[in-house]
């Protein structure tokens, strides 16, 4: 089966740009996560959707973060405007339906973004 | 709050050798995932533990699930260039549908 596709792999903007991330998960997985990684740290989710709604965005900064997956299908990340702290990877993963965090996560490959 | 602490957070040997990392809570977890991530990677799925003392053996990497299942460890014996990455332990969260993340070993083979 084909993995979950990210685009871009790599952008680098000046703080208080806007950036866009693409993200089309592995056909039938319902759950979609957005994490962000910063070097040598684990992940921290941002956003979960379950099809097209969301089930969790609690850590996202809703001032300047927001993300989409209109169709319940692909999703995107956008940031605006971008702080030089936002400099990070960018991982997108998906899995069936989540029911008490037991399905494991497919990730996509990431974007690491650059704020300067 | 659950937490997951990984231990030692960075650890560089010599092929060759064995070694074993550590994922700790004081929380007690239905199962725990270990993940490895290589440079420019997501991070891929190793294996899952769900019962209390379970051992599961992949290849030269044996993953073990404390009895209390409030811990983990990843013993890799004969450790091979290819063995370099991130390693994270994850684990569901008893509130809601999250997994907790550790921040992960980072593992440095040298040949």
């Known amino acids: 089966e084909a993995g979950v596709a990210q685009s871009p792999r790599y952008k680098i903007i000046e703080k208080r740009q806007s950036v866009a991330f693409w993200c089309n998960p592995i056909?039938?997985?319902?759950?979609l996560y957005w994490y962000q990684q910063i070097l040598g740290q684990g992940p921290k989710l941002l956003i979960q959707?379950?099809?097209?709604?969301?089930?969790?965005d609690s850590q996202l900064p809703k001032d300047r973060f927001s993300a989409e997956r209109l169709k319940g299908v692909d999703s995107t990340l956008k940031i605006q405007p971008a702080k030089l702290e936002d400099s990070a990877v960018y991982l997108c993963?998906?899995?069936?339906?989540?029911?008490?965090?037991?399905?494991?996560?497919?990730f996509g490959n990431g974007t690491r973004l650059t704020v300067t | 709050t659950q937490l997951l602490e990984q231990s030692p957070q960075f650890l560089s040997i010599q092929e060759g050798e064995n070694l074993t990392v550590y994922c700790n809570s004081s929380?007690?977890?239905?199962?725990l995932q270990w993940y490895r991530q290589e440079p420019g990677e997501g991070p891929v799925l190793l294996v899952t533990v769900v019962t209390g003392g379970e051992v599961k053996k992949l290849k030269r990497l044996t993953f073990q699930f404390g009895d209390a299942r409030k811990d983990s460890s990843l013993h890799i014996t004969a450790a091979q260039p290819g063995d370099t990455g991130l390693y994270l332990c994850a684990g569901p969260s008893d509130s809601n549908y999250q997994l907790i993340w550790g921040a992960g070993t980072k593992l440095i083979i040298k040949p």
């Open positions: 056909s039938g997985h319902a759950t």
């Open positions: 993963a998906s899995s069936l339906a989540n029911r008490g965090g037991r399905p494991p996560l497919h």
């Open positions: 959707f379950q099809n097209n709604g969301v089930v969790d």
């Open positions: 929380s007690v977890f239905s199962s």
